[in-house]
């Protein structure tokens, strides 16, 4: 997913010049925790968090951070987010052509990461562990389609070991127990859900 597909395009924004007590009555108002801050030419000149403004006096020029990383529409979600991890940043405004396009926070990463997991509609885990080699995710989701079970969501991370791969898989539907017993006799590694009585799968 790309981040024009999921940044916040409603833009509230202020000046240098902006007094804190306004900015912040800003945020109150909206709901939100950062404000990007433009120049005389709506060109982005820093960014201002709640946090710097809570106790703080004056202008906001007086407080902002000047040093903006910022994000492009075309790039990739889990790119931004890394980028937010590694600089301890919560949010990246969206530059194209040097224009303030969006903004994206924290907080709409975790919304995207709940989208594009399923976890936000009604479904069954399933959790495999399987040797890293071509085929498998093949495999998994044949058996899968054969059963007549319909995927939501299927990502692979790296297993605990060295040589190994985690499947996570989201089915619609709530009653995947003949799903699991074919994994089991399949020789897959089943992590979740654990061994259990079909009620609970």
Sequence with gaps: MQIKEMMTKVLHTVTKDTDVREALATMEQQSIRHLPVLDQTNSL???LSKLDIVHMEGTVGDVMSASVITTHPTDFVEDAAAWMLDNHIHCLPVLENGELV????????????ITLTGANKPSSRIELEVENEPGQLASITAITRDLGFNIQSIFAIPGQKYGRTRVVIRLQSMHVHKLVETFNTEQYTVLWPPTLGADHL
Excluded: F, P, S
């Design 102 to 113: 969006g903004i994206v926070t924290d907080t709409d990463l975790l919304h995207t990461i």
């Design 45 to 47: 000149i820093g960014i």
